[in-house]
């Protein structure tokens, strides 16, 4: 298992831009598949982005695509998102999580990732 610390939320105007970073401590980062999920009050937690354990291929839901990029850094046992042109509905709590088994372009559930992050407030104001 991987212990995820997620950092670098914050305020911000829509339009602007923040990178999250996800920190993981413990065994064998580099082989895990790593995603990022969000929750906002009173909505179920959604899937984001995902990258496989190399950081060749990548993920992304709808909403997200063209405006968010995840990256990892394995040397420094790291994930990114990168979140650009930021909407007022992007406001919610952002998570990293390390997956269970093999990365997957398709359906990622929550319940696919065994690991979790404390997550941190992202707020797009209009």
């Known amino acids: 298992q991987v212990q995820l610390v997620e950092s670098g939320g914050g305020l911000v105007q829509a339009g602007g831009s923040l990178r999250l970073t996800c920190t993981a401590s413990?065994?064998?980062?580099?082989?895990?598949?790593m995603g990022w999920f969000r929750q906002a009050p009173g909505k179920e937690r959604e899937f984001i982005a995902a990258i496989s354990w190399s950081g060749v291929n990548t993920a992304y839901a709808d909403s997200v695509k063209g405006r968010f990029t995840i990256s990892r850094d394995n040397a420094k046992n790291t994930v990114y998102l990168q979140m650009n042109s930021l909407k007022p509905e992007d406001t919610a709590v952002y998570y990293c999580?390390?997956?269970?088994?093999?990365?997957?372009?398709?359906?990622?559930?929550?319940?696919?990732?065994?690991?979790w992050g404390q997550g941190t407030q992202v707020i797009v104001s209009s």
């Open positions: 413990g065994r064998a980062f580099s082989s895990y598949p």
């Open positions: 999580a390390a997956r269970r088994g093999t990365y997957s372009s398709g359906t990622n559930r929550a319940a696919d990732f065994s690991s």
